[in-house]
């Protein structure tokens, strides 16, 4: 048995409410595929995809950097190798108070969090899903019959210590947060709803593409594998999306599926396909984003729209600066070079500085044009602090900060 509850009154009361409006219908739009036959007509499910195990074979430079990437990372099975935080006695429990103490605990079934009332065990919950990369943080999701709840103690990375996971209450500890599909859609590449639309909280097939995976971009890629290896001598590519051929608007859409911020859903989560048009599936506002109230969090989308260099260069996307296939996280010199790709003499708009600071300014324009700036929705947990404080994310509002 996985999960042990000896206290019901501890047990699962639910209160979390999920905002998500579902319908029923499942419109396809083959007009926004790069071409009909790269995604099949038939809803989307996990007999169309290979998993990029299966790419490792024929493309293994961008499979073997990709699994280095904070997409990749993003969910994984509870292994050891992907839980950052520490199950050696002394630095594996969180103390809510005196009493009430949460143990990261190694038992013959897996890893558990075990919350004790004055030494007496009174829950159990098994880690089964690592949600995070853990460049901020990680917080673990639990499996309660096909349920998905969310563990009370996270990781945080900047004081590399356990913590009470964020939105849950101090007092009393609960294991009682469900996982949405939403959430998943953002942190992996397909999970399987279950439960019929406006049930809550909804249940899951065991079976899920963890992480943001090759597929997740390129589209259900099962019949592009079969294709590839059963004509090695083809030369070309059949059955497979390529963003590098999308619309600007597309190329967009991808990404904004998971970094535009919290959007309210129109139909049920995963149906969107790379190439498909965002609007079709989720309600857009079309008013232009104010950027003083865009959370920096996970709204890199929103920002980088308001930002000059978006709206005046036409031709901006996010694949301008970030390669979707390599961790270049803190590589400032090279994402300054990519500014300089238009930031140039030829083409006569360099920085005002360039003249005073010489060639150092070449190394970094980040820290003064997109610096870090306090999330009003995600916490981090500093070294020696006892409470989270606001995690600093960079902005995506590219422009002169005095
Ligand atoms: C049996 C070999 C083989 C396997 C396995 C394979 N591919 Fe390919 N792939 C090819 C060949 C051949 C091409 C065409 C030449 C090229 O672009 O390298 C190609 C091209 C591509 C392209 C570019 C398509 C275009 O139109 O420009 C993408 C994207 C791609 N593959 C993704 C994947 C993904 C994702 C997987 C795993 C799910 C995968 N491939 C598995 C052989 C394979
Ligand atoms: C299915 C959702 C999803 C899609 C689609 C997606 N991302 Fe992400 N992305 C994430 C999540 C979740 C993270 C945070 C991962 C983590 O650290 O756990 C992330 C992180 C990142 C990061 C930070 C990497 C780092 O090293 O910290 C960059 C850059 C990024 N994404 C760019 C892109 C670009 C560019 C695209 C479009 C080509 C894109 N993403 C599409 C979900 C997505
Ligand atoms: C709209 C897409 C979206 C949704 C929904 C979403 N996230 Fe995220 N999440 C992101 C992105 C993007 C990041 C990367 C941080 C950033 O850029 O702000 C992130 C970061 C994180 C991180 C920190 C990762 C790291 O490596 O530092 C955790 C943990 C996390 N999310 C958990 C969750 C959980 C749990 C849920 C559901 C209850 C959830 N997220 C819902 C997009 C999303
Ligand atoms: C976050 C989205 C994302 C993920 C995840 C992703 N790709 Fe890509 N991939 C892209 C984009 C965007 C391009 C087009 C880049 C450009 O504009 O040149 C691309 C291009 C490609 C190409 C065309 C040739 C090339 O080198 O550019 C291949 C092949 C490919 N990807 C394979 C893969 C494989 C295999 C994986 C997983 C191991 C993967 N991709 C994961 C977004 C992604
Ligand atoms: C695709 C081309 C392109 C890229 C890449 C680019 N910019 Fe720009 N940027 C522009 C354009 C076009 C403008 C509008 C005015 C001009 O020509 O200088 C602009 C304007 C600016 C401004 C002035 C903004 C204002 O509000 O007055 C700053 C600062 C700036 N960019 C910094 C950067 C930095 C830093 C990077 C890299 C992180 C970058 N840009 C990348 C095209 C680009
Ligand atoms: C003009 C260049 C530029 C463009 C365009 C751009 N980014 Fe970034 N992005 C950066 C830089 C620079 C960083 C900081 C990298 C670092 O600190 O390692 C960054 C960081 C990120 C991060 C990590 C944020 C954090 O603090 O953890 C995410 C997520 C991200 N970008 C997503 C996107 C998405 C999605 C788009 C398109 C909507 C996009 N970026 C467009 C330059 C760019
Ligand atoms: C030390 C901080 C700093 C660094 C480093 C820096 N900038 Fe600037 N940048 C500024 C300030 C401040 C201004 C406004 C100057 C003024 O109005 O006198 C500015 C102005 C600009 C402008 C607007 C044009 C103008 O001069 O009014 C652009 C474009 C720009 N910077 C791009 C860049 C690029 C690209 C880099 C990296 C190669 C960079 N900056 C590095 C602080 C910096």
């Not at 964020?166 to 998943?184: E, G, V």
């Not at 967009?252 to 969107?272: I, M, N, V, W, Y």
């Amino acid at each position: 048995m996985k999960f042990m509850a000896r206290n019901r009154r501890a047990a699962f009361t639910l209160f979390w409410i999920v905002s998500g409006i579902f319908f029923l219908t499942q419109c396809v739009h083959p007009e926004n595929k790069q071409t009909t036959k790269a995604v099949p007509e038939e809803k989307v499910n996990l007999s169309q995809f290979a998993g990029s195990q299966a790419c490792a074979g024929c493309h293994k430079n961008i499979y073997d950097s990709h699994i280095h990437t904070a997409h990749y990372l993003t969910t994984r099975p509870a292994q050891v190798e992907f839980i950052k935080g520490s199950f050696q006695p002394g630095k594996n429990r969180f103390a809510y108070d005196s009493d009430r103490v949460v143990v990261m605990e190694k038992r013959d079934s897996g890893f558990y969090q075990v919350a004790y009332f004055r030494g007496d065990e009174k829950i159990a919950g098994r880690f089964d899903i690592v949600v995070g990369s853990g460049s901020k943080g990680q917080t673990y999701i639990t499996r309660y019959h096909g349920q998905l709840y969310q563990l009370p103690v996270s990781y945080f990375t900047a004081a590399r210590n356990w913590a009470n996971s964020p939105l849950y209450p101090t007092n009393p500890i609960l294991f009682n947060r469900p996982i949405t599909s939403r959430c998943l859609e953002c942190h992996s590449s397909l999970a399987t709803v279950l439960s019929a639309p406006n049930v809550e909280p909804e249940s899951f097939d065991e079976k899920m593409i963890y992480g943001v995976d090759c597929e997740k971009c390129h589209g259900p890629a099962a019949r592009h594998v079969a294709f590839q290896t059963q004509n090695p001598q083809a030369g070309h590519a059949e059955f497979i999306l390529n963003p590098a051929r999308f619309t600007k608007k597309q190329n967009l859409d991808l990404c904004a599926l998971c970094h535009s911020g919290r959007l309210q859903k129109t139909k049920p989560s995963f149906e969107f396909v790379s190439g498909d048009r965002l609007s079709d599936y989720f309600a857009i506002d079309t008013f232009p984003p104010d950027p003083d109230h865009i959370d920096v969090h996970g709204n890199q989308y929103g920002l980088l729209r308001a930002s000059q260099c978006f709206k005046m260069s036409g031709t901006m996307t996010c694949t301008t600066c970030h390669n979707p296939h390599e961790n270049e996280r803190g590589q400032i010199a090279l994402f300054s070079q990519r500014c300089m790709s238009c930031h140039n003499a030829a083409h006569h708009n360099t920085c005002s500085l360039t003249a005073s600071m010489g060639s150092s300014i070449a190394q970094n324009c980040i820290d003064c044009h997109m610096p870090r700036k306090p999330s009003q929705s995600i916490t981090e947990l500093l070294p020696g602090h006892l409470a989270p404080t606001a995690a600093m994310i960079r902005t995506h509002l590219i422009k002169i900060y005095r």
